[in-house]
């Protein structure tokens, strides 16, 4: 059962509504190219293996904000706050949509991020704390919070053997450096520290994404096994 | 990033808030040609119309696929748009903005839709406080008759319909706006907005909203002519430098 604790207000009202929630709900963390989505490839069948329904929810992909957040990002015209709040917006839909139906049915919903990442890419961008903790304060909390850590020195490698750096995960639009590889270097170490910080706050359990997925997937499903209803 | 109150801009924001069919836009429209016709450079902004943002609110609108709180974020990104294009860079080039719905809109329709009172305030604590803004108070049989009348259909949201109050558009909207009212009238101690009687003649009304504004003009310079291109550099360095320069006419 994911408990009806919130980080602040429960602004969609579920405790007014006294929801049921019989699901799980493991949140996957870590900057960008740090193998999330490879853990939820191998988290997935072994769930259902073991008879348990599985959605998985990725960031930026909700049915009302998905389209319209990447084509903001194509622009130029895009600010900061505004982008904040698209991403805000795509997390609620995911949120109420995805997440909640999931779990009021009983399923373990795999989170590809959680409000973790976006609060830290607002914050290095000079997002006020008190606004993003007020805003995705209306967010459940997880029966788990994974954080995939990686080293910088690791992750470059990491994204340019998968597609190389990108505009967004390169941070260009805060102008950090001279080129996508400088500024790739910066943002990240300053998305890493973000991390690092939320990690003690809301106490994440950290795994280190320098190991080969396949242990970091026998780790995982070590954490996973206790929290699940027949476990 | 800074928050409601703290902003410093040469510039003054004046805005208009009110259910539909109040006659406050209207007003605006009046209060635009005055300020237009007296030399000073007036931005205009209106409530949802965000381009980036569009789509998506049609979207969701159109596939009715909006939660109390989706609608309330999306139009709140989409106000914050309008923040980051229409209000500040105006308001710091010494411009005087007027909005057409401000923040007070999304607080009495979101509260209406029982999204939490405070949650909403906070997500809008990036918004500019206005110089200004005025409500205009109608009493609810005239702005229900105003819309009702040359209206012969009205939108799943925009009746309120989502609330599920009454399976007949047109009683869930008058119970609808029953509540905007009530949220309205709340707000206005809360944020010292400046209640206009919007049953009195336009010219009367408008008369009184004038008279309210002048005051605020002081020291607000007119463009009459072109600025030459060094002043403009100035401003772009030091968007304060608009204080201490004299009126050029």
């Known amino acids: ?231 | 990033m800074e928050t409601y109150g703290l902003h410093q801009y040469p510039g003054k924001l004046f805005v208009v808030e009110g259910v539909d069919g109040s006659g406050k836009s209207t007003q605006i429209a009046l209060l635009r040609q005055w300020l237009v016709s007296e030399g000073y450079t007036v931005f205009f902004s209106e409530w949802n119309s965000s381009p980036l943002v569009k789509k998506t609110t049609r979207r969701g609108k159109k596939k009715q696929m909006l939660t109390p709180t989706t609608f309330s974020l999306i139009h709140a990104t989409d106000f914050a748009d309008r923040t980051e294009h229409d209000i500040i860079p105006p308001l710091k080039a010494g411009a005087i903005v007027l909005a057409d719905r401000y923040i007070y809109t999304a607080f009495a329709r979101d509260v209406a839709r029982n999204v939490d009172r405070q949650w909403v305030r906070e997500l809008y604590q990036f918004a500019v406080q206005p110089t200004r803004a005025f409500y205009f108070r109608v009493p609810l049989d005239i702005s229900l008759g105003r819309i009702l009348s040359n209206r012969s259909e009205l939108k799943y949201y925009e009746a309120g319909m989502d609330l599920e109050l009454h399976s007949n558009p047109r009683e869930s909207f008058g119970l609808f706006q029953k509540r905007i009212v009530a949220e309205y009238e709340k707000m206005i101690a809360e944020y010292n907005l400046t209640v206009m009687d919007a049953t009195l003649p336009i010219p009367e009304q408008q008369r009184m909203m004038r008279q309210l504004v002048a005051p605020h003009l002081e020291g607000i310079r007119r463009f009459r002519q072109l600025i030459p291109g060094t002043e403009l550099e100035h401003i772009a360095h030091r968007a304060d430098i608009v204080h201490s320069t004299s009126h050029s006419q």
């Open chain 1, 1 to 231: 059962m994911t408990a009806l604790d919130f980080y602040g207000i429960d602004a969609i009202g579920l405790q007014r509504r006294e929801e049921v929630l019989p699901g799980r709900l493991i949140a996957l963390e870590g900057t960008d190219g740090v193998g999330r989505s490879t853990q939820i490839r191998l988290l997935r069948p072994w769930l259902e293996s073991l008879g348990y329904a599985v959605v998985d929810s990725e960031m930026t992909r909700s049915e009302l904000a998905g389209s319209g957040l990447k084509e903001a990002k194509e622009g130029n015209t895009l600010g900061t706050i505004t982008l904040n709040l698209f991403y805000a917006a795509d997390f609620v839909d995911r949120f109420e949509h995805q997440i909640l139906p999931a779990l009021r049915a009983g399923f373990i919903v795999l989170a590809d991020r959680y409000i973790y990442s976006l609060m830290a890419r607002a914050l290095v961008r000079g997002a006020d704390p008190q606004w993003l903790r007020s805003i995705y304060g209306l967010a459940l909390k997880p029966d788990a919070i994974f954080y995939l850590r990686v080293e910088l020195e690791d992750l470059v490698p990491r994204v340019l053997q998968k597609h190389g750096f990108d505009y967004w995960e390169s941070g260009m639009d805060m102008r950090l450096g001279e080129d996508l590889f400088e500024s790739f270097v910066r943002y990240q170490k300053l998305m890493l520290n973000e991390y690092d910080k939320m990690s003690k706050h809301y106490h994440f359990q950290v795994f280190d994404a320098g190991r080969s997925s396949e242990e970091i997937a026998v780790q995982l499903k070590q954490a996973i096994q206790p929290l699940l209803p027949n476990g």
